[in-house]
């Protein structure tokens, strides 16, 4: 509810992450790639969020290709991490996802290499974020060993999305909350979270932080990866 600095974009943090992929680059852990996503999905390899890199490009570009974006190479790697909400989690990358892209076909810089290099830069210690990018997690965290850096806590809560499934967002005209009032969304929010009502309910955001941090639970969040939101009481 307070900010604890400045916003940092993205698109003032270009400079970072070209050096970084420099740097892996340099260590022999990064390739060029000509495939297009049609091409890797035609390979018909399938792992956790889709189709698997093949490992086309590993040795060099196909006679006559050009490259379109750069890959990570992942050597065997199972990365096994505790999330506060879901508990021991696995992945072995190489069979679920393969070598992942760090540089997309349009220049920009993807956002796994994004993520961990500007968590690093700002000293994040803890993440918490929507179990839709639960699965992004461990490729997060491959890159903090590839690169020395510590890797946060993590807690992945359930998302909210509406009685057709699809995700609360602006982009699908979801309301906003008030900014006038938007103790009743926050209200909602928690018990949405599973947790437990307030003996006595706040009365304004001071008094919402302050039970929270007294009652919060994260024992009692659904392990769900997304939960309908209920209409709200009138």
């Given amino acids: 509810m307070d900010w604890n600095g400045p916003v940092i974009y993205q698109s003032a943090r270009r400079a970072a992450y070209a050096e970084t992929l420099e740097q892996l680059r340099g260590d022999g ?3 060029p790639c000509a495939c ?5 999905a035609t390979a018909g390899l399938q792992g956790a969020e889709g189709p698997v890199y093949p490992g086309t490009c590993r040795s060099g570009l196909p006679r006559g290709r050009c490259a379109r974006a750069d890959r990570m190479r992942v050597e065997g790697a ?3 991490f505790r999330d506060r909400v879901y508990g021991v989690l ?3 990358i190489a069979q679920e996802v393969g070598d992942f892209v760090l540089r997309r076909a349009d220049g920009i810089h993807a956002y796994q290499l994004a993520v961990v290099i500007d968590d690093a830069f700002q000293g994040i210690t803890q993440v918490v974020r929507g179990a839709d990018l639960i699965l992004s997690t461990p490729r997060q965290i491959f890159l903090q060993r590839a690169l020395g850096l510590p890797s946060p806590e993590y807690a992945h809560l359930p998302v909210a999305v509406d009685s057709r499934g699809r995700k609360l967002s602006k982009s699908d005209a979801a309301a906003p909350v008030d900014p006038g009032d938007p103790l009743p969304a926050l209200l909602q929010a928690w018990t949405f979270l599973g947790q437990r009502d307030f003996p006595e309910p706040p009365v304004n955001l001071a008094e919402l932080r302050e039970h929270a941090l007294l009652y919060w639970d994260p024992k009692r969040v659904p392990t769900r990866r997304s ?4 209409p709200r009481a009138s």
């Fill in 29 to 31: 852990v990064v390739f």
């Fill in 36 to 40: 297009s996503r049609s091409e890797v």
């Fill in 78 to 80: 199972p990365v096994v």
């Fill in 90 to 92: 696995y992945q072995d």
């Fill in 227 to 230: 939960r309908p939101i209920p």
